[in-house]
């Protein structure tokens, strides 16, 4: 995690498969650990339970039905939320009474269900945000305009222009980021996030509102990124034909609790889920 | 899809603005133009300007709401005066000692900024303007009952004249609510005007800045601000004491521009007053403030030397309204927009002219040479 990954355009690493069940995972210690993690609200539990194990490069899903805990998963680990119960373990080190700018500067990074962007801001603005503490001057430095600041702006500019090419968005650097389309301002989302150099990415329905071309474009580019990255995702979708054809591991949530974990093939052919999505046979 | 122009230029038209400015009244008072009343306002023109700049910083661009911003000025006004007093017969040089005074206000106001924005600031919700508007008034109060002075056996503060044992020799600096007095105006109209660019450059440099994109992020966004990384109680306050220090500062060369300064002078009327300059001028427009805060100032005093006199209030009111509601208004701001698109299209139209004129002159020479 500490060594800088540089993102080389169009230059692919073949990826060993791995995936959320551990005993398959080749060799390497996983990028996120979880485990007994919960938390209650009030007297709701919401999440119980969560063991999961995310490979170093692994392209996992998380799915269920609407309620199941899915977003308030994401917002454990990344501490938007306190966790009541349990441990989570990022590369290792343990996460607990960090905030969520720590947590993000840990390895973590993600995008939010409702986009969040800065509306205000330029597309271009948006990403330098993302590269925020990969730039190193002080508030000092930027009022004096010292060296420093020209280089590192300069590097930055690149930078951000590079990352936004992944999208094929850098001819829309300029323009305000709350006027984009909504396709492009959840692809925007995905390169600020990427901007913060992670080790792990959290996609929350990346897909969501795209239509079946783009969703088609938007899987290409989740491998793509992952392959040159060198990155686990962990995302929730809906759009089943995107969870299948990516994921390498998936996990069931249902009222908080994991009720499968497997691959494509074993969660498609698992009684629990199909019960828990189409309710039990008469 | 909406484009945004790069800044860079911008703000060089806003140092542009400022010195053109600076130019013309200085030539205008070179040739007796400016009538004495007029010259007296240039340098509290100047403090307003910087206040309404720098509260821009923490109401446009950090997006907290503050109503104490005067606070910070009077802290920088008083403790300006007491460091230019002290230092009187250390540095004879009296535009050093105005400089130097003008820091020691800065660091009292960024010091008040410090102390107001370390609790309240790591709170989500409106408790900087509930905080600021009491830090305010406090400030008022606590100036109000203090006195201070030096003699041969060197500084004394109290809270009350009993405990105020001065000797009969020595000089009583702030006197309770008598405020500041015997001080030595120290203030011009140049150092008012290099305090504004100062503030430019603080303000527009840190706007375009790693700091100051993390600033803005927390305004359109906090959550997103904290996912991607940035330490919100960290930016919140370097935006927030910047804003007071620059307060600061300005309050210093108002309170060396008279002899004598109450407390009062810097109560919550001021605080609103600035906030409405920011509000008018447009809420992150650097350009807007500096404007807005130069003539809503001036306007009151200019109409004070008419007949309507007894009116100047009433109309200033009025045109407080009136600039409400044309900037709020979409046919006014469009109409504004097209009367920018047709001086932009002139300027177009004369460049081509220009350009045709040169093309039609050497076709005509390549016609001679031709024939």
Known sequence: MAEKKQFEKGKMVPVPSHSIIPERDLGTSPILECSHLGIDFGGLTAVNEFNITVGRTEIAGLIGPNGAGKTTVFNLLTKVYQPTRGTILLDGLDTHGKTPSQINRMGIARTFQ????FNNLSVEENVKIGLHNQEKYSMFSGILRLPKYWRQEKAAHERALELLSIFDMQDLADHQAGSLPYGAQRRLEIVRALATNPALLLLDEPAAGMNPSETAELMENIVKIRDTFQI????????????????????????????????????QSNPTVIEAYLGKQQ | MKKIN????????????????????????????LSNSLQSLLVPACCYIVMAVSLNLTVGILGELSLGHAGFMSLGAFSGIVA?????????????????????????????????GVPVLRLQGDYLAIVTLAFGQIIKNIIMVLYVGVDENGFHMAASSDHFNLSADGTAIIKGPMGAVGVTKLASFTAGFILILITLVVVQNLVNSRSGRAI????????????????????????????A??????????????????????DFNTSILVLVFVVLGGLGSIRGSIIAAALLYVLPELLRSFDIAEYRMLIYAI???????????????????????WFKAA?????????SLGRTESKGKGGTTNG
């Open chain 1, 114 to 117: 409702n986009i969040r962007l």
């Open chain 2, 319 to 341: 045109v407080l309204i009136l600039v409400m509601l044309a900037t709020n208004n979409e046919q006014f701001t469009a109409l504004m927009g097209r009367v920018g698109g």
């Open chain 2, 216 to 243: 803005m992020a927390l305004r359109d966004n906090r959550i997103a601000a904290e996912s991607v990384g940035i330490n919100v109680t960290k930016y919140k306050l370097m935006a927030f004491v910047t804003s």
């Open chain 2, 347 to 355: 300027g177009k139209r004369i460049a081509g002219w220009l350009k």
């Open chain 1, 232 to 267: 686990a995702i962990m995302l929730i979708e809906h759009d089943m034909s995107l969870v299948m054809g990516i994921c390498e591991g998936i996990c069931v949530l249902n009222f908080g609790q994991i009720i499968a974990k497997g691959t494509a093939e074993e969660i």
């Open chain 2, 245 to 266: 220090a620059l307060a600061g500062a300005a309050g210093t060369l108002f309170g060396l521009n008279y002899s004598s300064t109450v407390a009062s002078k810097f």
């Open chain 2, 84 to 116: 230019s007093i002290l230092l009187q017969d250390l540095v004879p040089m009296a535009p050093l000692r105005l400089a130097l005074s003008m820091v020691v206000g800065a660091a009292a106001g960024a010091l008040g900024g410090v102390i107001v």
């Open chain 2, 6 to 33: 790069k800044n860079s230029l911008n703000g060089f038209i806003n140092y542009g603005i400022v010195i053109a400015a600076f130019v013309i009244l200085q030539a205008a008072i070179g040739m007796g133009r």
